[in-house]
């Protein structure tokens, strides 16, 4: 059950929308900052092939081509799982497509872990798959939770951390089909894709591998 702050909190946040006329998910400037961060990161893709052989350049671009990459799925990943997006389901559809058809990660099996699974239990241990770690005694490569054994490796976790981040997109990736294939994300169960979402699915692996490894091959 709701506490008194969340119910008073969001009841100030309804009203303020309501008196001042606004349609909190109507606003066409998020439209311009999803084409912006589209054209930024797909600039910086085409940039990084152009550059490829001068490392001085190459490695600044690639950099921003990631900070862009994480713009887009910050806004247009994140607002269309929350259909948040106006209020048409082929709009939250359309936008939530670019996640797979750009980065190459499912939007299916992230909408399941992210709202169904994240924001309804966020950080309960067992049920939030956004804090799986290793099970029983095994030692994880990081400490995120009271639940887990500490080793003394952990107290340099600060420094070994964020370049094991830098191939997190990796995990993610493949980790994709073995969520599919059990239909499960730790403890959420997945409902069953449609057709449409397959061909998702399926074409965003497929485009990723194209312009991540093919494409670049033949520079």
């Not at 887990?148 to 964020?162: A, E, M, T």
Request: hydrophobic share 45%; glycine share 6%.
């Amino acid at each position: 059950k709701p506490g008194k702050f969340h119910t008073t909190l969001k009841k100030r946040v309804d009203d303020y929308f309501k008196e001042n006329n606004i349609d909190p998910k109507v606003d066409y400037w998020m439209f311009f900052r999803y084409a912006l961060f589209l054209f930024l990161c797909f600039f910086s893709y085409i940039l990084t092939i152009y550059f490829h052989n001068n490392l001085l350049l190459v490695v600044p671009i690639a950099a921003g081509y990631g900070f862009f990459g994480a713009l887009v799925a910050m806004t247009c990943t994140h607002d269309a799982s929350h259909f948040a997006i106006t209020h048409r389901p082929w709009v939250w559809k359309m936008v939530g497509s670019v996640h797979d058809l750009v980065h190459g990660s499912s939007m299916f099996t992230w909408r399941h872990q992210h709202v169904l699974a994240h924001h309804l239990y966020t950080n309960i241990d067992g049920a939030d798959p956004d804090i799986v770690t290793a099970s029983g005694d095994a030692a994880d490569i990081r400490r995120i939770k009271w639940s887990q054994k500490w080793l003394s490796r952990y107290f340099y976790q600060h420094i070994y951390i964020p370049f094991l981040y830098c191939v997190l997109g990796i995990k993610t990736r493949l980790q994709d089909f073995g969520i599919l294939y059990r239909m499960r994300n730790s403890a959420v169960r997945l409902n069953r894709p449609s057709a449409s979402q397959w061909a998702v699915f399926i074409a965003g692996k497929c485009i990723h591998v194209t312009y991540r490894f093919i494409i670049p091959a033949f520079f």
